[in-house]
């Protein structure tokens, strides 16, 4: 159990750093505005100073690059993780931190290892697709927050965005919003960064949706109200009525699930209308082949209002 993140730990941040500060030391930045600078303390920073170690190419590059980043005012911390992370993983590909990992660990020279090359050259597309799928969302929250009348589409309980890829199997394949979307200056806003596993209601609807529509991998949760449903069937969604209401994602499921199969769910763009009660709101649910796609749909629904 030693993956070579050990040694990136252990070995090449300190390089990195101790390069840094030596660099920035050269340009006659004391040491608390180097550690300032760098996220450590300025007692890390003389030690660094005190032993210096032998920087190859690779890592010299990347040094330069956040130095002068810091140097010229430009630096920013996701720039600079970046940057790092870019260079560990490049290493990690058949060069020196995957030479050094079999050095410590023989039986993976032994074993002919090739998990890095594998993990990071998108073999494993599991990681490609939820890359991917993370920028969709990224895109459709970028639509969504731009769109106008989006105040009368809300819903009080908020408004949610829930994506997947085309094998889902629990909650933790459902990308969607944390703490949904809201409302700021009669505009959308999403209160969080799309997240994977952050949303139970609107992730267990899209799951089961995928379920009987392997096509479906989005839903949208707007509100249920009668000049919403008309925009919605005006923009082409095929809407599927629940004729009572219901609460929690199983209950509007079971009360689904018999309406669906005697529709189809057949057409590229559906919903499912869940009417209002004593203390529930009216919610519409819409259906999509992927995010950014539902989030131009809505567009034209807003755009219809």
């Keep these: ?16 750093r101790a390069g840094v500060a030596r660099r920035l030391s050269e340009e006659d930045m004391s040491q608390s505005e180097i550690g300032e600078s760098l996220g450590i303390t300025q007692a890390a920073v003389s030690k660094y100073l005190g032993n210096t170690p032998e920087i190859d190419e690779n890592l010299q590059s990347l040094v330069d690059n956040i130095s002068n980043m810091i140097m010229t005012g430009t630096n920013r911390p996701d720039q600079t993780v970046k940057a790092i992370c870019r260079t560990c993983m490049y290493l990690r590909i058949g060069s020196s931190t995957c030479k050094r990992h079999r050095e410590l660990i023989p039986v993976l020279e032994e074993a002919d290892c090739r998990i890095c090359s594998e993990l990071l050259g998108d073999k494993e597309k599991e990681f490609s697709n939820r890359a991917e799928l993370l920028q969709d969302m990224e895109e459709a929250v970028r639509i969504i927050e731009t769109m106008p009348n989006f105040d009368i589409l809300i819903p009080q309980v908020r408004a949610n965005l829930a994506s997947c890829d085309a094998s889902p199997k629990s909650i933790r394949d459902v990308i969607s919003i944390p703490g949904r979307i809201t409302l700021l200056k009669n505009r959308a806003h999403a209160v969080g960064a799309p997240e994977f596993g952050s949303s139970e209601h609107t992730a267990k609807i899209l799951l089961w949706a995928n379920k009987v529509r392997d096509k479906i991998h989005s839903c949208l ?4 109200e009668s000049v919403v449903l008309e925009a919605a069937e005006a923009t082409g969604f095929d809407i599927i009525e629940v004729q009572t209401a219901a609460r929690s994602a199983e209950e509007i499921v079971k009360k689904s699930r018999p309406l669906v199969s005697a529709s189809g769910f057949d057409l590229e763009y559906s919903a499912i209308h869940v009417p209002g009660g004593l203390g529930v709101e009216p919610i519409l649910y819409l259906f999509g082949p992927g995010p950014i796609p539902l989030a131009h749909k809505c567009r034209k ?4 209002l």
């Design 221 to 224: 949760c707007l509100s249920g």
């Design 301 to 304: 629904m807003a755009n219809s």
């Design 1 to 16: 159990m030693r993956p070579p993140c050990e040694i990136v730990i252990r070995e090449l941040l300190p390089k990195i």
